[in-house]
């Protein structure tokens, strides 16, 4: 019984365009969610995250909203470099206990 | 500085076998996790220690699988006996304040195979 959701494996996107990442969770008891990036024969790395007390949050190029009567939330990347090439997890926890970690999404960023 | 560190890279074994992966902690962090990588489910948390102590081993798929934490700078998962459906990347996490997130860093996984 998966409590986050990525129900797309794959993206691709063009370079310079946006990249949209989408997650759902199901546990109304997140209170903080996060995003992980991996590139390939490397561990995940935390990218950008965000409280359940506020609906958006930007860092440069990433911007994570946050739906919680929809529970969900999505990654935004723009513009999308190639660099940006490698799979990024969505995860989310509840009073700083274990992260649950979706399933992936790879994204492909094509010059 | 030096991250988490985890060894082998890469496991090949036949069914059957014992396995043990070792990781070593970010030095300073007092919580080490062990998640599994699979292409259906994703990252999965095994097992986390605080202060060396398990605090969750709810994810432990059977008992075949151990993990222990003799000293804040060591851990081991232990699959006896291996069987192909183990066949993941096995990642150790550590983090200095528990789970909060961007405080926890992934060693580089290791490859397991069993065949």
């Known amino acids: 019984d998966q409590q986050v959701k990525q129900n797309s494996p794959s993206l691709s996107v063009q370079e310079g365009r946006i990249s949209i990442l989408n997650c759902d969770y199901t546990?109304?008891?997140?209170?903080?969610f996060l995003w992980y990036k991996k590139y390939p024969a490397e561990g995940p790395t935390f990218l950008i995250s965000?409280?359940?007390?506020?609906d958006k949050n930007e860092d440069g190029r990433f911007t994570v909203f946050l739906n919680k009567s929809a529970k969900h939330l999505s990654l935004h990347i723009v513009p999308s470099q190639p660099g940006d090439s490698a799979v990024y997890f969505c995860?989310?926890?509840?009073?700083?206990?274990?992260?649950?970690f979706g399933s992936g999404t790879q994204l492909t960023v094509l010059p | 500085d030096a991250g988490v560190i985890q060894s082998p890279r890469h496991e090949v074994t036949e069914m059957g076998q014992e396995v043990t992966l070792r990781c070593k902690p970010i030095?300073?962090?007092?919580?080490l996790f062990w998640y599994r990588q699979t292409m259906m489910r994703g990252l999965e948390l095994l097992i986390y220690?605080?202060?060396?102590?398990?605090?969750?081993d709810s994810g432990m798929p059977e008992d075949r699988f151990s993990a222990k934490m003799p000293n804040a700078s060591f851990s081991t998962l232990k699959i006896q006996p291996s069987e192909p459906r183990d066949s993941a990347v096995y990642f150790c996490?550590?983090?200095?304040?528990?789970?909060?997130?961007?405080?926890?860093?992934f060693g580089e996984g290791s490859w397991l195979t069993v065949v």
């Open positions: 996490a550590s983090s200095s304040t528990g789970i909060s997130g961007n405080t926890i860093y």
């Open positions: 546990n109304s008891m997140f209170d903080y």
């Open positions: 965000i409280s359940s007390i506020k």
């Open positions: 995860a989310a926890t509840r009073a700083a206990r274990q992260l649950t």
């Open positions: 030095s300073g962090h007092n919580s």
């Open positions: 220690f605080n202060n060396n102590v398990p605090i969750d």
